[in-house]
């Protein structure tokens, strides 16, 4: 008899996918944290009975969260991560050669901890000597910054539960104080096709904080509806205006110089979202 996990993406319509067994599951002081081993995507990682990160797939999302910002920044030395408790966004970061600094702040250090355990392949570059990790609220974290990161991250879960601040005016106003005068950020945006308004507005709100706002998108097959957007906030540098010798030579499956400029070629529909 096959086991199954579906992921109710709305009230009407999810995912599901069989499961050869479960790995760890358990209720941590902030989300409901299981690990599973699928037939399809290998290990997953799952949040509140969202999915998170999957073996198979991952390489799109953390490729895209981490490369267009890195690239978009002449000398991104001091990195922030908020979430991103996986470790896959860490692992891209220091794949550039100018990162001297990542911080990684996640809330729950349960995420870190079986993520190391059974998605290696992910999690693996959290011990890396350039990384410092600290279990905290990312909203706290912000919020005692001041002009010390180059690139901020958020790699956060939906805005429900621990995250819901992750997605205010109030925090992206506290990512423009922690970041120096010529910083940049990105967040992961959810997808235009359940959550539209989400996008519409942080796109109004980043807008309202910083000159340069951007929204671009990728396939991952995972997430709802397989269209996944990030929202880039910059003080000075354009994502779609960097010079060709910026793309230095790293590994990737799913990043290429080509699609760094496409995934801002956006469909009518998610472009009418942030015109
Ligand atoms: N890529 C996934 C996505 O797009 O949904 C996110 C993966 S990562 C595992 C999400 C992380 O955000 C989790 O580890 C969770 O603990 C963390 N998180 C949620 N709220 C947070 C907060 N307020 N501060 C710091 N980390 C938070």
Redesign the pocket.
Known sequence: MSIWFTEKQTDHFGITMKINRTLHSELTP??KLDIVETAEWGNM?I?DN?V??TQKDEFV?HEMIAHVPLFTHPKPENILV?????G?VIREILKHPAVKKATL????GK??EY?KHFLPDIAGMLADERVNVKI????M?IAKSENEYDVIIV????PV???V??FTKGFYAGIAKALKTDGLFVA?TDNPWFKADLIREVHRDVRGIFPITRLYIANIPT?PSGM?TFTIGSKKYDPLEINDNRFTDIETKYYTEELHKAAFVLPKFVADLVK
């Open positions: 902030y989300q990682l949040l969202m998170m990160t999302y908020v979430g991103g408790g996986d896959g702040v996640d809330i729950d995420v870190i993520s905290d609220d990312g909203f974290h790699d956060s879960t939906e539960g621990p995250a601040n992750l992961q997430y996944w």
